[in-house]
Each structure stands twice: as structure tokens, then as C-alpha cells.
């Protein structure tokens, strides 16, 4: 029977995501249901995107995430269905697919909804009657047409020179410490053995990598490698957002007061090689 996952943008104080779970089941008791997140920012792509693409890659295989974000960004007349890496991904057509993926799946197909699937729970109920359908079908995408066209988004890159390295914070976890959109083969693969300065804020900078969070001193400015790979800006006991100001994503950056050319903000760190 099929582990299906659940992350989404709607929460947990109402009894919408007891009620999904309950169509799933409807479909067959036996499903084994995950919670990944209901706290999705419904703005916050690149921040859903870490989460999700993090925690789905150690699922089994054919394991089925379904994914909720800001699903009425457009009208809803379809969701996408996925085949990548070995799992499926079900989600709205509107660019979180490739963000998680870091690029397009090559087995793609759109799930067409009913006129009458307005609410939530419509939508979920297809959902729930196309799994059980592609836990039986095993050919799905081969009898299916493939070459769909759909709402395509890139996950955020860091901006690589050969001095430097500029980064986007990605994600600020429950205890502020920052993540940055680097993984350790491009930072290590950049940096090609030279020394380095990352500038956490004009008065703060950190120039090695830590094993954990207690290699500094209680107080101190750390980075490090975290269990998903990415570089991590932290403080021993200490919260390093808060500290320095720095934000992650915000959509539009004029709702804080502050304007921008671009609606799309994205707080930076600098690395620095060779000094």
C-alpha cells in the first residue's frame, strides 16, 4: 500500500488536513499518511522548496507527496502529476514542481479537475482517487501524453565569481540559524582550497567551517554543513537572524516598509576567497 506524504500552506487549526487524510484512507485503509509541513509559506517558494525536496528524498521509492501551496494563485483547473527520482509529486501548476526538482521531470502529467472542484476539498478528493488509479496502473505515464506545457520556475543560484560567492538566504529554521542556497560540493568545488571570509554582517564574519554547533564558544558566529547539505550561518546558543537582521524571501518588501526595484527581495551573504 502507498506512503503518502502531505505538506501544505493551510495549517493545522482547522479540519481540513483531517479531513484530507480521511480521503485518502476512504481510498484504502492501508495507506501509511506522513505530515511534512502545514507552515508553508504560500509566498515562499524557495523556502518550500528546501523543505520539501530535503525531506522527500529520503522516502522510499513510489512513495507519493502531495503538495499544497498556494493552490489558488490562478483558477485551478488542473494539478500536475510527476514521476522523478523514483516517487511522485503532486502540486498546483505554478513553478514549485521544477523549484523542488531543479528542473523539469521528464514524466509530467497534467490532472485535470472537474468544473465543479472549487474548494479544497474537491480538488483533494481527485487527489486521493488518482493515487489509488496509479497504484494500479503501472503504465500511467506511458499511455499518457508527455509533453505538457507548464509553469516553469528555477531554483534560486547563488552568484559564483572567482573571489567571491554570493548567497540567498533560503530558509531561517525555529531557532533563526540561517541557510544559505549553497551546498558543500559548490562551496568546497569554488573554493578549491583557498582560504575564506563570510561576511555575516559588517562587523561579523566567519573564516572556517565548524563540525556542530558547539565547536565555538557559547556566543560566538558559526557555519557549518547541515544534515541536508546546505551552508548554515548559526550562534552557539544564540540567534543569528535576530542578531544581525538578516531575513529570508519576502515577496513583496514595500508591505515592511522598504522599497525595491525587483518585488522579489532576497537577503545576500558574501563569501570570500583568497584572503
Not at 46 to 66: E, G, L, R, V, W
Amino acid at each position: 500500500m502507498a506512503i503518502i506524504t502531505l505538506s501544505s500552506d493551510i495549517g493545522l487549526q482547522d479540519y481540513l488536513v483531517g479531513a484530507i487524510k480521511g480521503q485518502l484512507l476512504s481510498q484504502d485503509e492501508k495507506h501509511t499518511i506522513v505530515d511534512i509541513t502545514h507552515y508553508l509559506s504560500n509566498t515562499n517558494y524557495p523556502q518550500a522548496a528546501y523543505i520539501c525536496s530535503n525531506a522527500f528524498k529520503h522516502f522510499p521509492a513510489n512513495t507519493f507527496h502531495i503538495l499544497l501551496l498556494n493552490i489558488y494563485a490562478t483558477p485551478v483547473t488542473h494539478l500536475l502529476v510527476a514521476r522523478f527520482m523514483g516517487q511522485y509529486i503532486i502540486c498546483p501548476d505554478n513553478g514549485i514542481l521544477t523549484m523542488i526538482a531543479g528542473e523539469r521531470p521528464r514524466e509530467i502529467v497534467k490532472l485535470t479537475l472537474p468544473p465543479q472542484a472549487h474548494e479544497l476539498l474537491s480538488i483533494t478528493a481527485v487527489v486521493a482517487k488518482a493515487i489509488s488509479y496509479i497504484e494500479k496502473n503501472e503504465t500511467f505515464f506511458e499511455q499518457t501524453d508527455l509533453s505538457v506545457t507548464i509553469v516553469e520556475t528555477l531554483p534560486l543560484k547563488p552568484l559564483l565569481a572567482f573571489e567571491t560567492i554570493e548567497c540567498q538566504i533560503i530558509f531561517i529554521d525555529n531557532f533563526e540559524n540561517v541557510v544559505l542556497n549553497i551546498t558543500k560540493e559548490q562551496f568546497e568545488e569554488q573554493r578549491r582550497g583557498r582560504p575564506f571570509v563570510i561576511l555575516v554582517s559588517r562587523n561579523e564574519e566567519v573564516t572556517k567551517i565548524s563540525n556542530h554547533y558547539s565547536s565555538v564558544p557559547e556566543g560566538d558566529c558559526l557555519a557549518w554543513f547541515n544534515s541536508a547539505g546546505y551552508l548554515e550561518i548559526a550562534i552557539n546558543n544564540g540567534n543569528v537572524a535576530s542578531l544581525f537582521g538578516l531575513q529570508g524571501y519576502h515577496e513583496n518588501m514595500n508591505k515592511l516598509g522598504m522599497v525595491t526595484q525587483n518585488k522579489h527581495f532576497y537577503h545576500t551573504i558574501k563569501i570570500f576567497f583568497g584572503l
